[in-house]
């Protein structure tokens, strides 16, 4: 007996796209593209930039510090490196960010409440008391600032018995990503490139284990744009960088070596892990293929991953813990060189010492007990993930080639395509999640009647006494020595020397954030962005 066919159609099978909106398809039997066949530490590096990777040593543990005035930030810093923490990050308040001294009208109610306030040379060697900047690297999340905090740093440096040429870090300095998605600029785009060139061509020569300048996916990814664009956007901005050097004259393996990036890590898992590799691969092409640079070390992409702030919710706090968990493993995964692990409370405060403590907790599980590092690319194979990084690295290329044509970075800066990129997936973003087709533990599915947990307050006296200690500062300085400073550094904006040797000169004699930043202000102006729609 022959049974009759179901009258019934098959269900169309339901449609799954990752974050980014790539299609997921049910399985992958098949690699569009032979990653597999690569080798770690070698060209293009896909796979990684070190032969061993974990196996030989563990990601710098770099959590992001900074809060009130520098004798808090400076007990925390302490406090983290006591727990196993294997770097510095700084994080700066907002007048700290754009220029602005304590006692300035436009820092109010904003003192010490974001990040530490670094008001002059005095304050840096507050943070770092007792702790030897030539036997510890740092990473500090400044950028129209960043010259002037780099100045304090080498002072700093300098008084502890280290040479610069010691001295081991980062400054973010990335400058083209606060035009498009945070706004901590100062100057217009020429003049702060300006600054980057001569920090990059300083460091070259007189802070050689420095990198002055990380190129950050990071706020644009929180912003809200996409893995592809993240990537996309990251190395425009790199080749703006890069092409800024060398039209000054410096050559692409006296410097490249020495620059850095900074990637988002979110929890779309495999995407993530894809996203990282294919910036690695993009990355050694461009420098390759577009600049011939011939020292490998020059095509290595290397670089700082924070977990997502964005992606942590002020519901259910605790839930963070687990969000974080996975996107370090991610980031592990994706070959990362150093690693910032938000903690529970951020959505709702600065983080608290207790909470800080687990985020670095969970770098270390991850290290010494997930088994992950056993092996230099664990992920390397996977039919789905090297599926995700032939269209990631399609759109990339295919993005690279639109902002050339615009002509560069600045121009689809000026023109507002970066940020209307942006914003269009942050819209999409956002209504899906409004319309519960993605879902937020915590905030549109399984929701809680919800418990204020113990949050970090910062004083509000913090303000007043950072403004105390300024007026002291200038009553007990030599005001004539600060003057001149000054004086021949604004002379010398107005040529083509390089500042960072008056810069350094101003710190020295206890010039302050806002007074350098100031003189700046006389000679470039303060740029104030078109109205985009």
């Not at 493993?329 to 687990?358: F, W, Y």
């Not at 670095?360 to 390397?380: F, N, W, Y």
């Not at 639109?402 to 970075?409: C, D, L, N, R, Y």
């Not at 040797?501 to 102006?525: C, H």
Request: aromatic share 10%; net charge positive; with cysteine.
């Amino acid at each position: 007996m022959v049974s009759k066919k179901s009258s019934k159609s098959k269900e169309p099978e339901k449609k799954i796209f990752t974050d980014s909106n790539f299609p997921v398809k049910r399985i992958y039997q098949k690699s569009s593209k032979k990653y597999v066949s690569e080798d770690s530490g070698k060209y293009p590096f896909t796979r990684g930039i070190h032969p061993g990777m974990y196996r030989d040593r563990f990601w710098t543990m770099r959590q992001y510090s900074g809060f009130g005035d520098a004798k808090l930030t400076n007990e925390r810093f302490k406090f983290m490196l006591e727990k196993g923490q294997t770097g510095l990050s700084m994080a700066f308040d907002l007048p700290t960010q754009i220029g602005y001294d304590p006692d300035s009208p436009q820092a109010e109610g904003e003192v010490g409440k974001v990040g530490v306030s670094i008001a002059s040379l005095k304050d840096m060697m507050t943070a770092f008391d007792g702790i030897p900047l030539g036997k510890v690297s740092s990473s500090m999340t400044i950028n129209s600032t960043a010259s002037t905090l780099l100045a304090y740093y080498i002072a700093v440096g300098e008084s502890q018995g280290f040479k610069s040429e010691q001295l081991r870090g980062t400054t973010q300095n990335d400058i083209l990503k606060e035009y498009i998605a945070r706004n901590t600029y100062i100057y217009p785009p020429q003049p702060s490139m300006r600054l980057i060139g001569d920090m990059i061509g300083y460091c070259a020569q007189k802070v050689p284990q420095w990198y002055p300048v990380s190129i950050s996916g990071y706020h644009m990814r929180e912003a809200g744009c996409t893995a592809t664009q993240e990537v996309a956007f990251t190395l425009a901005n790199a080749i703006a960088y890069i092409q800024t050097c060398l039209d000054r004259g410096l050559k692409i393996d006296d410097f490249a070596p020495r620059l850095s990036f900074f990637f988002c890590c979110t929890i779309e898992f495999f995407e993530e892990v894809a996203k990282f590799r294919v910036a690695r691969k993009v990355y050694a092409k461009i420098l390759k293929e577009m600049f011939h640079a011939k020292d490998p070390k020059s095509m290595q992409l290397k670089f700082h991953t924070q977990t997502s702030g964005e992606s942590l919710t002020a519901q259910q706090p605790d839930n963070n813990i687990v969000r974080v968990a996975i996107q370090t493993m991610a980031a592990v995964m994706g070959g990362t060189q150093s690693l910032h692990t938000n903690s529970r409370d951020e959505a709702l405060a600065l983080p608290t010492q207790e909470s800080a403590k687990i985020a670095l907790r969970t770098q270390q599980i991850v290290a010494h007990e997930s088994g992950i590092t056993k092996t230099a690319d664990p992920m390397g194979g996977s039919y789905y993930l090297e599926d995700l990084c032939a269209q990631i690295e399609d759109g990339v290329w295919k993005y690279l080639k639109k902002i050339q044509k615009m002509g560069g970075s600045v121009k689809a800066i000026e023109k507002g395509f970066f940020q209307s990129e942006i914003r269009q997936n942050a819209y999409r973003l956002k209504k899906e999640a409004d319309d519960g087709e993605r879902i937020l533990v915590g905030v549109n599915k399984y929701v809680e009647k919800e418990v204020q947990p113990e949050l970090l307050r910062i004083d509000d006296r913090i303000e007043i006494q950072q403004k105390k200690d300024l007026k002291k500062l200038r009553s007990s300085r030599d005001s004539k020595k600060v003057e001149k400073a000054l004086s021949s550094m604004k002379s010398a904006a107005d040529t083509d020397e390089n500042l960072m040797p008056y810069i350094i000169s101003a710190a020295k004699a206890y010039a302050t954030t806002g007074e350098i930043s100031n003189t700046f202000r006389e000679v470039f102006g303060e740029y104030r962005p078109k109205e985009v729609f």
